[in-house]
């Protein structure tokens, strides 16, 4: 990552939340591509040595993201992506929790992640913003490395979105 792009995470256990805001390199349609097709999401997604396999992906309200973060030794975490609000290329709100392969819910923490796009000529700041219902579940999020995960996957996207032609 450049020492010129914008990156926070900050966490507010007060108000039950997780806040990112990165920027990337690259063109909006670039980086929203990049968040909205499974394509390219699994070429970033989990962090190394990790892989994300998409399962199924209906990118539309009231659609699914359904995939496998898959580990070295093939042990597969499944969870699900359910959006409930898109405009093209600024936002989209998505309800993120765990599943079984077959997409069943499962218990365990949930999330609602809001991501916004913004350009900024030959830079797009992406911001997440993750609203948990309990503080118990933004700590479960935290215990499990989320933070060093997360930062881990948009470092692959830094690397991987020269590579990509829009």
Do not use: C
Not at 126 to 137: A, G, K, N, Q
């Amino acid at each position: 990552m450049s020492k010129h792009l914008a990156f926070d995470f900050s966490v507010n256990k007060e108000n039950k939340t997780i806040t990112v805001k990165r920027e990337f390199a690259a063109s909006l349609p670039l980086v929203w591509d990049a968040y909205t097709k499974s394509e390219i999401l699994d070429q970033w997604w989990a962090p190394k040595p990790w892989k994300a396999r998409t399962k199924t992906m209906d990118f539309r309200e009231g659609g699914r993201w359904h995939y496998a973060m898959v580990g070295p030794e093939g042990e597969q975490h499944w969870a699900a992506a359910d959006y409930s609000g898109i405009q093209d290329q600024k936002k989209f709100i998505a309800l993120d929790t765990f599943t079984d392969e077959a997409g069943t819910l499962k218990t365990g923490p949930e999330s609602k992640w809001e991501v916004t796009f913004t350009s900024e000529g030959a830079v797009t700041l992406v911001e997440v913003h993750i609203t948990f219902p309990d503080l118990s579940d933004l700590e479960s999020h935290i215990k499990m490395g989320f933070k060093e995960g997360f930062t881990m996957a948009l470092g692959n996207l830094d690397e991987l979105l020269p590579t990509l032609k829009k």
